[in-house]
């Protein structure tokens, strides 16, 4: 699949402890390969293209154009890069457009997750990501105002218990969204699924398998025999 169809820029947002932090490392993880691994944040911390940086951490504009700059240096081991900068409420506008500038001329191997609790970001940050509202009051992730998502992860959890015949209509149902819808819904599914965690820690079978599919996303021609590994094998 060609990369292009993919974004290389995400922003979720969010109140604090909603699981934003969460989410976002386990994408990080499906990216790099590490969707094998019980630890994924020690796997994450030691893997040589993963980049964190906490935008309240006080190193500023500097702290972030370090980060641009190894994020400029190819990938070591597969084919991306992948940031996920924390607290970007807490940035200040310097270091802000520092990132928007690697925002408006992206490298095909980088892929950048922020993350903040508010939402008063440059306007031109937000336009060049794909947008995640992580809300309270709804254990779904939602992208702008668009309710639909939230019934489609309901259905999709509904039709992975289901019957065999179900299972495949909603395989053909993907296929037909475009890839950066798919993968909106896939990380909305596992927010859903981390949310019921605690009362069904079986659960993380189902969001390793979910993060293995959103893996093969990125390197499949075929997004009918991905999803099929997915909801029947």
Not at 132 to 159: H, P, R, Y
Request: proline share 3%.
């Amino acid at each position: 699949m060609k990369r292009q169809c993919f974004p290389h820029a995400y922003l979720f947002v969010g109140p604090t402890g909603i699981g934003k932090q969460g989410v976002a490392h386990d994408y990080a993880a499906a990216l790099l390969g590490l969707t094998g691994i019980a630890k994924l944040s020690n796997a994450l911390r030691g893997h040589p293209d993963f980049i964190s940086f906490d935008a309240a951490g006080g190193t500023g504009v500097e702290g972030m154009r370090e980060l641009l700059s190894r994020l400029n240096v190819k990938p070591f081991i597969g084919k991306y890069k992948v940031a996920v900068i924390n607290n970007f409420e807490a940035a200040t506008i310097q270091t802000a457009n520092a990132l928007l500038k690697t925002l408006e001329e992206p490298s095909l191997s980088t892929i950048i997750i922020t993350i903040s609790s508010r939402r008063n970001l440059l306007p031109t940050i937000i336009s060049r990501s794909q947008e995640f509202i992580f809300n309270k009051a709804d254990s779904s992730v939602k992208m702008g105002v668009d309710q639909s998502l939230a019934e489609l992860v309901t259905k999709l959890d509904a039709t992975y218990r289901g019957s065999m015949n179900e299972r495949l209509l909603m395989i053909n149902e993907l296929s037909e969204l475009a890839p950066e819808t798919l993968i909106e819904l896939l990380i909305s599914w596992i927010r859903q699924l981390r949310s019921t965690l605690s009362r069904a820690p079986e659960q993380v079978v189902l969001i390793r398998r979910i993060l293995e599919t959103l893996q093969s996303l990125q390197q499949s021609l075929n997004k009918k025999m991905v999803l099929q590994h997915l909801l029947i094998s």
